[in-house]
């Protein structure tokens, strides 16, 4: 069999976003996460990778060119392609979990109800020896949600599970949407086991069912079954979609800005003058001193 080589000319043209292809890198095998720096043209300039040591540099450079040359025909030099590897530390843009810090409900008995409101943040991020890890990225929460339906069975199971899910909704980036789909109880191996399947609504159109479980124990409580399960089935997303932190230096840069701004200006009507009035006003006087003691008078030798 013979293989004839395919005509780029009969390749339509496709356009993507530098994102996409940043997240496409970071699900290869190793990687951490990734940034590319682009020409106002749109080439591809440089491709800086984070990695661990589980794979060599130069497997992850193969990986990157093949990945882009695949999937969109995006031919990339090597030499454009850096990778810095680190070790003890874990992919923590990948595998941010959160916990529930405050949790509140009102049942309705005579109207068969219940409301909930919690509050959730991220745990905090650990290295391999247990050592707690500070990523400025990470957005320190809370986020808060609600819900309220049924008070029984698998529909109290769902409230729970929304309410856990308006709260993560609020710390994803724009276009990523977290919605319940379905919380069920089934008999596995002569246990009941609460399943939450929730759909995961991404950029473009794109989505995907998430699936968590957690084993219903005797006692527990419906409601915190079902946020649980929906916390079992986020997990492994969570990190990715989230909306990354700012800055605490870029932030309180804006802020000494916004002051600065505020207090440069004189108040509007007063007649007072302004900070640059001001300045401009001992410079002129200090110039003005400064020639004097310079220029003796003609009179004098």
């Not at 990695?51 to 992850?60: E, F, L, S």
């Not at 090597?78 to 409900?105: E, H, M, N, W, Y």
């Not at 089934?186 to 159109?205: I, K, N």
């Not at 219903?216 to 990190?239: C, P, S, Y």
């Amino acid at each position: 069999m013979k293989l004839e080589p395919e005509s780029h000319a009969a390749r339509p043209k496709r356009k993507v976003s530098v994102h996409v292809v940043e997240d496409l890198i970071r699900e290869l095998p190793a990687v951490l996460d990734a940034r590319l720096v682009v020409n106002p043209w749109g080439g591809v300039e440089e491709v800086h990778v984070l990695a661990d040591r589980t794979r060599p540099a130069k497997g992850i450079v193969r990986d990157v060119e093949s990945a882009l040359m695949a999937r969109w025909g995006l031919r990339i030099d090597r030499k454009k392609i850096s990778v810095a590897q680190v070790r003890g530390l874990p992919p923590a843009d990948k595998f941010v979990r959160v916990k529930v810090t405050r949790l509140s409900l009102s049942q309705d008995t005579v109207a068969g109800r219940v409301r909930v409101e919690l509050e959730i943040a991220p745990e905090p991020q650990r290295d391999r020896l247990g050592r707690i890890i500070l990523d400025p990225e990470i957005p320190e929460g809370p986020w808060h949600g609600r819900a309220e339906g049924p008070s029984l069975g698998d529909a109290a199971r769902r409230v729970g599970a929304e309410a856990l899910l308006a709260a993560l909704n609020q710390a994803l980036q724009d276009g990523h949407w977290l919605e319940c789909w379905a919380v069920e109880t089934h008999e596995v191996g002569a246990h009941p086991v609460v399943t939450a399947l929730v759909l995961y609504r991404m950029p473009r159109g794109r989505q995907q069912l998430l699936c968590g479980s957690v084993v219903l124990k005797e006692g527990d409580d419906a409601v915190q079954a079902g946020i649980r399960a929906a916390m079992d089935a986020t997990n492994r997303i969570f990190g990715r979609a989230m909306r990354r932190a700012l800055p605490r230096a870029a932030g309180a840069a804006q802020a000494a800005g916004a002051a600065g701004a505020g207090s440069s200006s004189g108040a509007p009507g007063t007649g007072e003058p302004t900070q640059a009035e001001r300045e401009a006003a001992a410079a002129g006087e200090a110039g003005g001193a400064e020639g004097s003691t310079r220029s003796p008078s003609p009179g004098r030798k």
